[in-house]
């Protein structure tokens, strides 16, 4: 079984580093956090879980304790992840609005072609 003990321990190492992102997050306060360092990580606990699944199905063993442990830990990610995206997005200032469509007197920015809402011609 030594696959297995391989697996179960490269899942605590996520577990841990998942408990050290949050930590960083945290430390951070409202800074903003590396998006890209928890896609990383989220790929990388996503690969693993595909290969855990693999080789429980090829080998015909079930170890569903497992493969949750590997879902919970990837769902703890993306939830990081969602709340960095969510304080990015409302870091980004608002074009600002300098005309409005005559068809339909939807905003729309100073270097709009065709209004977004009705597709009319603003130029
Ligand atoms: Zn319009």
Redesign the pocket.
Known sequence: MKFFEDLMESSAKVADKVAKVTGEYIDKGKEKINELSLENELGKAQKQLGALVYALHKSGEENDELVKQYIEDIAKIEAQLEEARKEDAEETVTPEVVKF??????E?GADDAF??????NLK
Do not use: T
């Open positions: 469509c005559s068809k339909c007197g939807r729309a209004c977004k809402n009705c597709g009319n």
